[in-house]
């Protein structure tokens, strides 16, 4: 459905079910750099006007800048988006449910890259919150994560910090892009914070 085929009753559904779901933050489309500064600050904002707590905010903030980062370095770019470059894009959702938030992100990657993200999630859910802490402080010093890793663009530190912050083990899954021909799939991933 486009932007203009949508009338005004079905946003309205749209919004109805979004209040009742808890959602407390939506952010959809490329995730560029000056993107992500922007989504990050209205993310504060609106966590500092809601009264969440001090460190609840910094685990949300967290997260929420690590899944972005991994929309922004690892995401297959939309098919006929028209930018140029192609950017990649995806969705982070921040639901509220009782006293827990989830930080949920969605985005098309390469479908070549399923098992190597299975292994790294894998190993992080595998571990106990001592271990994810030790794994991040040993990673924190480690100099030839870019050797061991060509595709990481990072430290190495993403997945074992929503790791440290989640208040249970991540949840993800792979589904196949009907449009992209088996190359591409979308990775969804859910921390509860």
């Given at each position: 459905?486009?932007?203009?085929?949508?009338?005004?009753?079905?946003?309205?559904?749209?919004?109805?079910?979004?209040?009742?779901?808890?959602?407390?933050?939506?952010?959809?489309?490329?995730?560029?750099?000056?993107?992500?500064?922007?989504?990050?600050?209205?993310?504060?904002?609106?966590?500092?006007?809601?009264?969440?707590?001090?460190?609840?905010?910094?685990?949300?903030?967290?997260?929420?800048?690590?899944?972005?980062?991994?929309?922004?370095?690892?995401?297959?770019?939309?098919?006929?988006?028209?930018?140029?470059?192609?950017?990649?894009?995806?969705?982070?959702?921040?639901?509220?449910?009782?006293?827990?938030?989830?930080?949920?992100?969605?985005?098309?990657?390469?479908?070549?890259?399923?098992?190597?993200?299975?292994?790294?999630?894998?190993?992080?859910?595998?571990?106990?919150?001592?271990?994810?802490?030790?794994?991040?402080?040993?990673?924190?010093?480690?100099?030839?994560?870019?050797?061991?890793?060509?595709?990481?663009?990072?430290?190495?530190?993403?997945?074992?910090?929503?790791?440290?912050?989640a208040r249970q083990p991540l949840d993800y899954s792979f589904t196949t892009d009907p449009a992209g021909d088996?190359?591409?799939?979308?990775?969804?991933?859910?921390?509860?914070?």
């Open positions: 459905m486009s932007a203009t085929s949508m009338n005004l009753s079905e946003f309205q559904a749209f919004h109805d079910q979004a209040l009742s779901a808890g959602v407390v933050f939506y952010q959809k489309g490329e995730f560029t750099s000056p993107v992500i500064a922007g989504a990050a600050e209205a993310l504060k904002g609106r966590l500092q006007e809601s009264g969440v707590s001090g460190p609840i905010t910094r685990k949300l903030f967290s997260t929420f800048v690590e899944m972005a980062q991994n929309i922004h370095h690892y995401a297959a770019p939309e098919p006929d988006s028209g930018v140029q470059p192609p950017v990649g894009a995806g969705t982070i959702t921040i639901v509220k449910s009782g006293n827990d938030y989830a930080v949920i992100c969605v985005n098309r990657i390469d479908a070549d890259q399923i098992p190597r993200i299975s292994e790294k999630l894998d190993q992080v859910r595998s571990m106990s919150l001592e271990e994810i802490k030790k794994a991040y402080r040993e990673q924190l010093h480690n100099n030839a994560h870019s050797e061991e890793d060509a595709l990481s663009k990072g430290a190495g530190l993403g997945w074992l910090t929503v790791a440290r912050d088996g190359k591409f799939s979308f990775f969804s991933v859910k921390a509860v914070i």
